[in-house]
């Protein structure tokens, strides 16, 4: 499997398969509205802004399973994202990150990446999967690390594609 090979909804329900993103860099991110990081979506949107135009995606995927800290509908999530932090970056449906109904791409993006100990589950909102050009998973950053502090790696990336970390 390859992570385009995977098959996503956007925020308005349309099916799309993440082959869409091939020849870019990702960084893939499970997100939240009622979070104590929730203020990331700051540096997520500048992330997204500073690289766009050089073959780089945000991928932001709401999950509600840590403290039901996303409990809104899919358009009560796209309203909350842009009204509060400017999000234009894309932002798919609601899905599972962690436990027995895993959503496969984050299941994939776990295997690929473990995090700390080789824990493979995602332990948080906002933990952030980085995939280079080829559609590897690279790396996993934990949810406090705030998205500026992997800018300068992106933007290595970006130069470098055969960039490792």
């Known amino acids: 499997m390859s992570i ?3 098959q996503v909804n956007t925020i308005r329900g349309e099916e799309i398969s993440l082959s869409k993103y091939e020849g870019k860099v990702l960084l893939i991110v499970n997100t939240a509205s009622k979070c104590g990081f ?3 979506y700051t540096g997520l949107q500048s992330l997204y802004e500073k690289f766009k135009d050089q073959n780089f995606e945000v991928l932001g995927f709401p999950s509600n399973q840590f403290n039901e800290q996303e409990p809104g509908n899919s358009d ?11 999000v234009t970056f894309p932002l798919f449906e609601k899905i599972d990150v962690k436990g027995k109904t895993t959503h496969p ?3 994939y993006l776990s295997d690929e990446a473990p995090g700390i100990l080789g824990l493979k589950a995602v332990k948080w ?3 952030k999967f980085l995939v280079d050009s080829d559609g590897k ?3 996993r950053f934990a949810p406090s690390t705030a998205p500026d502090k992997i800018g300068i790696v992106i933007e290595d990336l ?3 594609p055969r960039f490792v970390l």
């Open 4 to 6: 385009y090979d995977y």
């Open 38 to 40: 929730t203020p990331q």
């Open 158 to 160: 970006l130069k470098n």
């Open 125 to 127: 909102n906002f933990t």
């Open 105 to 107: 791409l984050f299941q």
């Open 76 to 86: 009560d999530i796209e309203q909350f994202c842009q009204v509060n932090f400017g």
């Open 137 to 139: 998973v690279l790396e």
